[in-house]
């Protein structure tokens, strides 16, 4: 081991109003006796890495830069963003996944790791050896949001549009996660659509205001400043429920088509070899900070629901929803990409 150091004491001051369940995994990490363990029983002693595998104003990106300045101040220790998008986010996937395993290099990723497994041939890492799942952050559901110059009014207009037009309409994709959201709704209602990638939903986001593209799926977030603007418009929400900030936006079962769930749940990750100490550490503190009443409204007002999650549970998510999104491409007939 390098002889880094974790000052739990620093975390342990703030967790009062910890869940039990949260408090028990810190007081458990606190309490170890194991000589791993040992070497982190006091504050790290530099700067922590967290990548962001996609380009800025993304939902990853967001997500990280809003928790990031909290979980610096439970773990006594300056927490760093670096984006390092490209190849759909597997760039800064594979740096995590072959950073030394010490905590100190933190991933902020929700789909892309999911995802990727099912889409690229050959990847540079093992997404199950290589990848430690450490803390869920929260579920963004994804919204189906179109140009307001676009001529439809609600859902049902846009399929209409898309089988009748002569013209292939363009959707955006800012990662794996919206393609594969858009395709599915195509599949699901025999429409034509060119999806085009960009470097991050922030990008995918302006190209349907701009008008470049005529509409995406994907999460609220990157569209909040169009949105105030007027420049694109909400159609539908892919979920089971209404999200609670646009209690007017069916969805898209309610709007008469055949229903869709898709959505990103965003999560941290860690080098799979990071000592399990480490790990419980992390999760417990990000736990916390999720517990913040401050934290937890700043994720909603982004159009997120916070998903706190032990390490096992997101383990298990993480390895079960590989497998799930593997099957749908398969059923899908999408290409994998070399």
Not at 157 to 165: E, F, I, P, S, T
Not at 304 to 329: F, S
Request: hydrophobic share 45%.
């Amino acid at each position: 081991m390098c002889g880094v150091q974790y000052k739990l004491p620093v975390v342990m001051t703030l967790n009062t109003h910890l869940h039990p369940l949260h408090l028990a995994a810190l007081l458990w990490v606190a309490g170890s006796t194991s000589p791993a363990w040992a070497q982190y029983t006091e504050r790290p002693d530099r700067i922590i890495r967290a990548i962001v595998p996609f380009s800025t104003g993304g939902t990853n990106d967001i997500t990280a830069r809003m928790i990031v300045p909290y979980l610096a101040k439970a773990l006594g220790q300056q927490v760093v963003v670096e984006n390092r998008p490209g190849a759909a986010g597997n760039i800064g996937i594979e740096a995590v996944a072959k950073s030394p395993p010490d905590g100190y290099t933190l991933l902020f990723s929700a789909t892309a790791s999911t995802q990727n497994p099912a889409l690229f041939r050959h990847l540079r890492f093992d997404p199950i050896t290589d990848i430690q799942p450490v803390a869920a952050i929260a579920e963004f559901p994804y919204a189906i949001v179109a140009n307001a110059h676009l001529p439809v009014k609600n859902l049902r207009d846009l399929v209409v549009l898309a089988r009748g037009n002569t013209a292939t309409l363009n959707a955006s994709s800012g990662g794996i996660g919206t393609r594969l959201s858009v395709e599915l709704f195509k599949l699901r209602n025999n429409i034509r659509a060119e999806v085009i990638t960009y470097s991050g939903t922030g990008q995918a986001a302006l190209a349907v205001a701009t008008g470049e593209t005529q509409f995406a799926i994907m999460d609220i977030s990157p569209y909040q400043p169009f949105l105030a603007s007027g420049r694109v418009k909400i159609l539908a929400m892919a979920s089971q429920q209404r999200l609670t900030m646009f209690p007017d936006v069916p969805t898209v079962a309610e709007a008469g088509l055949p229903a869709m769930q898709a959505g990103a749940v965003a999560a941290v990750y860690v080098s799979g070899k990071t000592p399990a100490g480490i790990v419980q550490t992390l999760n417990g503190t990000i736990n916390h900070v999720l517990a913040l009443p401050e934290v937890r409204e700043q994720l909603r007002k982004q159009g997120g629901n916070v998903e706190a999650k032990t390490v096992n549970a997101l383990t298990q998510w993480y390895r079960r929803e590989i497998q799930i999104w593997k099957d749908i491409v398969t059923r899908a007939k999408i290409p994998p990409v070399d």
